[in-house]
C-alpha cells in the first residue's frame, strides 16, 4: 500500500480532500506535526465475517458429550467472557 506523508495543518484544512484519497486511492496518510508523524490514517481492512458462536456450537457440540449438555447453559456475550443463562 502507498503512503504519503502530510503536515497536521494541511490535513485539517483539507480534511474530506485526504479522506477521500484514503479511501478510493487506498493510500495510507502519514501525518506530522513539527516534523514527526503523529498519526496514521489508513482505508479499513477487510475482514471475514465471524462466524457465528451458535452456529460454531451446534456443529461441534455433539461430539463431546459428556461436555454439551453442561456448555448448553452458557452462552456467549463479549469478548472472551461466559454467561450462565437459565434453560
Known amino acids: 500500500m502507498d503512503t504519503f506523508t502530510i503536515s497536521a495543518t494541511e490535513a485539517k484544512q483539507n480534511f474530506s480532500d485526504l ?3 484514503v479511501r478510493y486511492e487506498k493510500k495510507t496518510a502519514l ?11 489508513s ?3 477487510k475482514s ?3 462466524k457465528d458462536l451458535n452456529k460454531v456450537w451446534e ?4 461430539t463431546i458429550p459428556e461436555l454439551s449438555l453442561d456448555f448448553k447453559k452458557f452462552r456467549f456475550f463479549s469478548g472472551r467472557r ?3 443463562i437459565n434453560l
Open 19 to 21: 479522506l477521500n484519497r
Open 31 to 41: 501525518i506530522e506535526k513539527h516534523g514527526k508523524i503523529v498519526a496514521e490514517l
Open 43 to 45: 482505508p479499513p481492512v
Open 48 to 50: 471475514k465475517p465471524k
Open 59 to 62: 456443529k461441534y457440540a455433539g
Open 82 to 84: 461466559f454467561k450462565k
